[in-house]
C-alpha cells in the first residue's frame, strides 16, 4: 500500500492521481526530498504527513510552516500547497492522503454533518503544523504513524484500523480548528482563485516564451495585482514559478524520456542550453546528464 511520491497535475494544476482505490480512498506515500519534488497542486482529499528524517518547508496556501523531525502537518482539502527543503538537503516524508468519505461513508449521516464536513468548509484552516510537545498534536502524530504501520502489514481488518485512526484524527482536528470557522475571507479566497488560473495558464503554455503580462491576461488583471497575488498566495514571482515549473517538467522528462537533452530543454521552454544546464543544476543539485543517469 505504500507508494512513492510524483506529483503529477492537470491544467487546472489539480493532481490526477488516485489516491488510494474507489472501494478504500486512502494512500500512504513515501517522499524522500528533493528527488520527489512537491510543487504547487492541490487536490480534493486531505493530507496529513510527518517528517521521519531532515526537515522540510511545507506551504499550505498563504500559510508557511518549517517542520522539523518528528513533527507533521495537515493540509485542507482543495488547498494549494508545496513542500522545499532548505538548501536542498536529504528530508524523508510519510504522508496519508485521504477522500472524505473514507472517514464518514457519505454525507447523509452525523459524522459528516458534525466532523468532516465543517472542517473542510472552514477558510481560515489551510493547514495545521503538528509539533510533539502539544498534547492534541502528539496523538494525531501517534495516529499518523499507526496508519503507515498498519498500511506496511496490511494485517487482516487493517482498513477497519486505519478508518479508525483517521476517525480520530479528524475528531481532533475539528475540535481544535480555528475559531474563525466558516468565515469567508473575501480578498484571500480571490487571491486563491485568481492563482489558480494564472498557474492554470502557466503549465498550459509554460513551453513558450511568456511575458508576465499575459500571466496576468488569465484572469484579467494587472502586472501589478499579478505579482502581487502570486507573492501573498504562493510567497515567490510570476517568472520565478514559470521557471520553477519547467525545470520540474524537464526533469520528469529527463526521467521518461529518451530524447536528447537539448530538445527536452526547448520543449520546456528553455531557448539556451548553457542556461538551462545552470538552472538545472541549481535546483538539483547536478547537471541533466546526471539526473538522468541517476547519479
Known amino acids: 500500500m505504500i ?15 488516485e489516491h488510494g482505490t474507489r472501494l478504500f480512498p486512502v494512500a500512504c506515500y513515501l517522499d524522500r526530498l528533493p528527488q520527489d519534488e512537491v510543487s504547487w497542486h492541490w487536490h480534493n482529499e486531505l493530507e496529513l504527513g510527518i517528517i521521519i528524517e531532515g526537515s522540510a518547508v511545507v506551504e499550505a496556501g498563504s500559510a508557511k510552516y518549517q517542520i522539523q523531525d518528528g513533527e507533521g502537518f495537515f493540509i485542507n482539502s482543495n488547498v494549494l500547497h508545496a513542500a522545499v527543503t532548505p538548501d536542498s538537503d536529504f528530508c524523508e516524508i510519510h504522508s496519508v492522503v485521504f477522500h472524505p468519505r473514507s472517514v464518514s461513508g457519505g454525507t447523509d449521516n452525523v459524522i459528516w454533518q458534525k466532523y468532516v464536513k465543517p472542517l473542510m468548509e472552514n477558510q481560515s484552516e489551510t493547514g495545521v503544523h503538528f509539533i510533539p510537545d502539544t498534547t492534541w498534536h502528539r496523538q494525531i502524530l501517534e495516529g499518523i504513524n499507526t496508519i503507515w504501520s498498519l498500511a506496511e502489514r496490511e494485517v487482516y481488518g487493517f482498513e477497519v484500523y486505519i478508518r479508525n485512526a483517521l476517525s480520530m484524527i479528524m475528531v481532533l482536528l475539528s475540535e481544535h480548528q480555528s475559531s474563525a470557522g466558516k468565515k469567508s475571507f473575501g480578498k484571500e479566497q480571490r487571491d486563491h482563485a485568481r492563482i489558480k488560473e494564472m498557474l ?28 502581487r497575488c502570486f507573492r501573498a498566495t504562493i510567497s515567490t514571482t510570476p517568472i520565478a514559478y514559470l521557471k520553477s515549473y519547467r525545470l520540474q517538467q524537464a526533469a520528469l522528462k529527463l526521467q521518461l524520456s529518451g530524447d536528447k537533452i537539448s530538445v527536452i530543454a526547448e520543449s520546456c521552454g528553455f531557448q539556451e542550453m548553457s542556461y538551462f544546464a545552470k538552472s538545472f543544476k541549481e535546483i538539483y543539485g547536478c547537471t541533466p546528464s546526471e539526473y538522468r543517469n541517476g547519479k
Open 200 to 227: 492554470t495558464f502557466i503549465q498550459a503554455n509554460y513551453d513558450r516564451e511568456l511575458t508576465i503580462e499575459e500571466i496576468a491576461s488569465a484572469c484579467a488583471i494587472s502586472t501589478s495585482e499579478c505579482i
Open 3 to 17: 507508494q512513492s511520491c510524483s506529483v503529477q497535475t492537470n491544467m487546472q494544476g489539480e493532481e490526477l492521481r
